[in-house]
């Protein structure tokens, strides 16, 4: 008994959870309609993070290519600003189930009559845990215009971009951990070497958008609370 609360409350004390409200980009009006979350979870360092789209105002029917950038996205919602795919690994782009592919390659999604699109996937290599070379946290997610070739087209940009066209939206992956929202992880800028593809990198927490519009948040908060609860539980057992 005593065992089992202690694991199940350091399994939720190491719980991450990171939300990524999507806002059209600016530079275009392309993506104009668009509004949307992504809500990423990973229980632990060792656990596939899971990841939740929600998406309106797309176009009937469409397929869109979906990654995490390596810069995070200015207040401005340039989304050309947060730079190429997320790529520490300095790989050609991929497939999600490629070996050979960027961190931020998630493949496509597909609306439905309405424009919307509800997706959850999980993945090997996203992650919210460690250094900022690995860690997805305080990048850019965007949602491209078109189908993403994963790698597999003809063009030139298709072992970079999946030639997936221009950015309709984007976002930051901010983490999201208590009731004042705060944080407790500090990720630091990221620097040019390594491969990946980054001069400067909006330190947290500046790069925090507004949590207004959040549509989930209180879900996020919700766990923490009981976070909060199971800490002071097994603090009181012992
Ligand atoms: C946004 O929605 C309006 C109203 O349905 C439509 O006229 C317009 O073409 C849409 N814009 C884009 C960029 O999809
Ligand atoms: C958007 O960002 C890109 C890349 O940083 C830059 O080249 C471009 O000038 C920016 N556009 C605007 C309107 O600021
Ligand atoms: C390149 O791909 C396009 C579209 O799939 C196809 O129509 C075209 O024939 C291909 N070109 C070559 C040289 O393979
Ligand atoms: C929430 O996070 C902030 C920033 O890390 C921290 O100072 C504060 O103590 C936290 N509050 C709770 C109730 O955990
Ligand atoms: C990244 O890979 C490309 C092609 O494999 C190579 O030309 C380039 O030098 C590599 N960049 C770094 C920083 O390792």
Not at 1 to 10: P, R
Not at 27 to 41: C, D, K, P, Y
Request: aromatic share 6%; proline share 5%.
């Amino acid at each position: 008994m005593l065992a089992s609360s202690l694991l199940f409350a350091a399994a939720l004390v190491n719980a991450k959870t990171a939300q990524v409200l999507l806002k059209p980009d600016t530079t275009s009006n392309l993506g104009a309609n668009v509004t949307g979350t992504i809500t990423l979870e990973q229980p632990d360092k060792d656990t596939q993070i899971k990841i939740t789209l929600n998406i309106a105002g797309l176009a009937p029917a469409s397929t869109h290519g979906w990654h995490v950038h390596n810069l995070a996205v200015p207040a401005s919602q340039n989304c050309t600003a947060s730079g190429p795919h997320f790529n520490p690994m300095n790989k050609t782009h991929g497939a999600p189930e490629d070996e050979i592919r960027h961190y931020g390659d998630l493949g496509n999604f597909v609306t439905d009559a309405d424009g919307k699109a509800t997706v959850t996937v999980t993945d090997r290599l996203l992650s919210l845990f460690g250094e900022a070379p690995v860690n997805a946290l305080n990048r850019g997610f965007v949602i491209h215009q078109n189908k993403d070739d994963l790698g597999k087209g003809n063009t030139t940009l298709s072992s970079t971009t999946g030639n997936a066209g221009a950015r309709l939206a984007c976002g930051n992956i901010v983490e999201v951990t208590n009731s004042t929202g705060g944080s407790t992880t500090t990720v630091p800028a990221v620097t040019s070497t390594q491969g990946y593809v980054a001069t400067t990198q909006a330190s947290y927490p500046s790069a925090k958008p507004s949590t207004t519009g959040y549509g989930s948040i209180s879900s996020a908060i919700t766990a923490s609370a009981a976070l909060s609860l199971a800490v002071t539980f097994a603090v009181f057992v012992l």
